[in-house]
């Protein structure tokens, strides 16, 4: 097998600096060498190859035999690593080599050069890594994986009949572990990463609805505190260690307790309060998240309820307003702003300059309390180098440093934060940087009942089979008071399948980017199903790569029997 893993070695170490290979890898998300990991015990094998060939070589090297070890040095400098701790690290590392290599040209003794990235990978584990906080702590692992987190989830998703999501929530430490973490099997959560990625619900988070983004990694989309958010994505239960305004303790457990709101939407429900996405596109902030609480957005005209918005309110955006009764409090809250010490104000913007972060207490009174404090501005940093983060209570926004792989270009920080008792904590971070075209409001979020400016669209849930809702299949039964639209929060894609009664109906594009489909008056069995890209051909694929394994693991056995079949007739002779 030497020859076929000395040739399988060779390929991997030429493809890795093929950047086409690696992105395909990453399923064309982005370039990463991480996924080369599984393929390195090829790599030593290719590394204890060339080290047998250099020990049996050794009187016979020649200037040629130090490329490997100058060519290194080449790259560093190609890639302007010099002035950073890697760059330096890497440099030492890469000039010991060069001199362990010398030592062998000269000495002949191999020894040397094996002892040389021994030592660097012991003062690379003893040092350098844990000064890069990379490295998770024991306790906070134990804490964020315990079972009885999962169990006490499991008893609540027995006694629900309808479809909800169920999410952790915590501080930006806790949130990010729980990006795509399902503690049971029947959690569903709205988090996303790229092990998930889906494009379009990104583009919704981002640019729709603008949702905060706490990440220097623009594909980590956490949990959100957002209350509105959490409304219309259907999150009824939250696990949390602390109180979570606007819900309420369903059960509580040695880390922490369940908690649920009566308030949010299902998953999937059928509504005739529909109007065309056109209407949403003109709506400005906080407007553009608040109107998703009052109505469907469908692609298709729906004159009767515009007619009625326009006879009634005028437009849209001032329905939305009086519902919510929103007030804008950007002058009380940026006066509050620009009164510390380290906040001077220039014209309309903001200029910020601190070594730490500072805290900032938003006092809006006693009208405030249990209302929801909406904040945008956007930001400039001086030195784009350099991460800029700035929180409201738990909500966070983090714009990352240009030079980052995963540059988030957050630059419209946009917060969303339940006031439980009239105050808000505004944390600016560390760094030199700009505030400005500042925005923010007060409003009231729509209790579900038939009051003044509109209600809520959810008109009828779906009551879920949990028998029959496995897999990639939800299925469950929809009774329409009058004919409609089924609206979900399930992110659209062409491969999903909605029956209806056993029919098969055509699927539409709801709130912009989620599944839906028309729906008449009545009860409705309904049956959502997906059929997975590629499924088939990932099967075919997987089969043919085992037999062709199979081959090469036989190869050598049939290869002896043709040998002693042919050497038979010369043993006769």
């Not at 302007?80 to 001199?99: C, H, N, Q, R, W």
């Not at 399902?182 to 959690?187: E, F, L, Y």
Request: hydrophobic share 35%.
């Amino acid at each position: 097998y030497k020859k076929t893993f000395t040739g399988l070695g060779k390929n991997d170490g030429i493809d890795s600096f093929i950047p086409l290979w690696t992105s395909i890898l990453n399923g064309g998300l982005y370039l990463r060498d991480k996924v080369w990991i599984p393929l390195l015990p090829l790599l030593c094998f290719l590394v204890a190859v060339y080290l047998d060939h250099l020990d049996k070589e050794k009187e016979n090297l020649t200037c040629w035999s130090f490329l490997p070890y100058i060519f290194p040095l080449f790259l560093i400098g190609l890639q302007g690593e010099g002035v950073t701790a890697k760059g330096i690290y890497l440099l030492v590392d890469s000039m010991s080599m060069l001199l362990a290599f010398s030592y062998l040209y000269r000495r002949k003794k191999i020894g040397m050069l094996l002892l040389s990235p021994l030592l660097f990978l012991v003062v690379y584990q003893a040092y350098i890594h844990p000064s890069l906080n990379r490295a998770t702590e024991k306790s906070f692992y134990k804490e964020m994986t315990k079972a009885d987190t999962g169990k006490q989830m499991e008893k609540i998703y027995e006694k629900e009949t309808g479809f909800y999501r169920m999410e952790c929530l915590g501080n930006k430490a806790e949130n990010g572990a729980n990006i795509n973490r399902i503690r049971g099997k029947d959690q569903y959560v709205s988090s996303i990463y790229s092990s998930s990625y889906h494009q379009v619900y990104h583009e919704f988070r981002k640019n729709i609805f603008r949702l905060e983004e706490p990440f220097r990694n623009y594909l980590m989309e956490s949990p959100s505190p957002n209350p509105v958010f959490q409304r219309f994505m259907g999150i009824k239960y939250l696990f949390s260690k602390r109180s979570v305004p606007g819900y309420t303790l369903k059960k509580k457990g040695k880390e922490g307790g369940i908690y649920a709101s009566r308030q949010v939407f299902p998953v999937i429900y059928g509504t005739d309060q529909v109007l065309h996405v056109k209407n949403h596109q003109d709506l400005s902030f906080p407007c553009n998240q608040l109107a998703f609480l009052f109505y469907g957005f469908v692609h298709e005209e729906t004159e009767k309820t515009a007619d009625e918005i326009t006879q009634k309110y005028g437009t849209l955006e001032k329905q939305i307003k009086k519902a919510a009764k929103e007030k804008e409090v950007t002058e009380q809250v940026f006066s509050q702003i620009a009164r510390n010490s380290v906040v001077k104000k220039a014209n309309d913007s903001y200029r910020i300059q601190t070594a730490d972060t500072k805290t900032i207490l938003l006092e809006l009174g006693k009208t405030a309390r249990d209302k929801v404090l909406f904040l945008q501005m956007e930001i400039e940093n001086d030195h784009p180098q350099k991460d800029v983060s700035v929180f409201l209570d738990d909500a966070g926004n983090t714009l990352t440093a240009k030079n980052h792989f995963y540059y988030n270009d957050n630059r419209r920080f946009t917060f969303a934060v339940p006031l439980k008792d009239g105050k808000a904590k505004l944390r600016l971070g560390k760094g030199s940087y700009r505030l400005s075209r500042g925005k923010a409001y007060l409003a009231e979020l729509p209790s579900g009942k038939k009051q003044e400016g509109g209600t809520t669209p959810v008109q009828n849930v779906l009551q879920l089979d949990k028998e029959k809702t496995r897999g990639n299949q939800i299925m469950g039964t929809l009774s329409m008071d009058t004919a409609g639209y089924m609206l979900t929060t399930i992110p659209y894609e062409t491969n999903f399948s909605v029956y209806i009664d056993g029919e098969k109906v055509k699927t539409e594009k709801v709130n912009m980017v989620f599944l839906g489909a028309k729906l008449t008056k009545g009860e409705h069995k309904v049956k959502i199903l997906y059929h997975a890209p590629g499924m088939m051909a990932g099967r075919i694929c997987s089969t043919l790569g085992c037999l062709l394994f199979l081959c090469c693991l036989l190869r050598p056995y049939g290869q002896k029997r043709i040998n002693r079949r042919n050497s038979f007739p010369n043993m006769l002779y």
